[in-house]
């Protein structure tokens, strides 16, 4: 035998079970019963309740000279409200414990920055969606909010064609848009 195997299979180097001592076994038995009593009662979400179970979402109303918002805007917001799932849609303002109305107010663009080759031209825009809306309780007709501004911002880059780059950042930013909507009808104030 070797010396090593000498040395180990003696009965003093043979390793013991480790137990902990009772104050240590008593300590994690606590820290294990104080993150199970607090885990117990989590509740996933906001934790808040609505004062509405059933939503209409009005058409959208456009007041800009940008074509095809209004059905585009509409249809991601009523698919972000199926999505969340916290209320249910329905077809009608009479059927509905609240209305949301919403009004495009503003949509324009920000050049910011230029062409490399002509300083005249812009690159890349920041275009802005801007709306205004209006939720009201149809059960005791009264607005939860009235006017309301809500508006997002995209970039968008003009190497395409600046009217190719705007019909291809409009989708994102109705999405943007819907996406703040609903947070802003959804979440307890």
């Known amino acids: 035998m070797s010396f090593l195997a000498r040395v180990f299979s003696t009965r003093r180097f043979r390793p013991r079970a480790a137990r902990p001592s009772p104050r240590v076994a008593f300590s994690l038995s606590l820290v294990a019963l104080a993150l199970g009593a607090s885990c117990s009662h989590y509740q996933l979400g906001t934790g808040g309740s609505l004062s509405f179970h059933t939503l209409y979402v009005a058409p959208v109303q456009n007041k800009t000279l940008l074509p095809d918002a209004r059905p585009l805007l509409s249809t991601r917001l009523r698919e972000t409200f199926l999505r969340d799932g916290r209320v249910s849609l329905v077809n009608s303002p009479e059927a509905a414990d ?40 149809n059960r005791g007709a009264k607005n939860l909010f009235e006017n309301r501004v809500v508006s997002v911002q995209r970039e968008s880059f003009t190497d395409s064609g600046q009217l190719q780059s705007e019909y291809q950042t409009l989708p994102l930013l109705a999405e943007s848009l819907a996406d703040k909507l609903t947070h802003l009808v959804l979440d307890v104030w």
């Open 98 to 137: 609240a209305t949301l109305t919403v009004v495009i107010t503003d949509y324009h663009r920000d050049a910011v920055t230029a062409r490399e080759g002509d300083t005249g031209l812009a690159r890349k825009f920041n275009l802005t969606l801007g709306t205004t809306c209006t939720l009201r309780d």
